[in-house]
C-alpha cells in the first residue's frame, strides 16, 4: 500500500507533465526509492494515480532496466 506521502509525490509528478504516461518512470521511481522495489500493488495504485492502465506501467516497468520488480540481493551490480 503506498503512502499519503508517495501518493501525493506522484500525484505532484503527474502534475508536471503534459502527458501522463510520460510520467511513468519518474512515478515508478519514487515508489522504488521507499521501498527498494516495485511490487505487483505498488504498480497498480501507481497507475490508478496516473489515470493510466496497470499494463501501460508494467510495460514501462519491464522496459526500463533501473526499475526493479523484484526484492533485490544485498548487491546490485550494474555493467555498461
Request: with cysteine; glycine share 4%.
Amino acid at each position: 500500500m503506498l503512502t499519503d506521502q508517495e501518493k501525493a509525490g506522484i500525484a505532484k509528478i503527474a502534475d508536471e507533465y503534459e502527458s501522463k504516461r510520460a510520467a511513468v518512470i519518474e512515478a515508478l521511481m519514487l515508489v522504488q526509492k521507499g521501498r527498494g522495489w516495485v511490487s505487483d500493488e505498488h504498480l497498480e495504485q501507481t497507475a490508478a494515480i496516473l489515470e493510466i492502465s496497470p499494463t501501460a506501467v508494467e510495460s514501462v516497468a519491464s522496459f526500463y532496466n533501473l526499475i526493479l520488480r523484484r526484492p533485490p540481493g544485498r548487491h546490485v551490480i550494474y555493467v555498461c
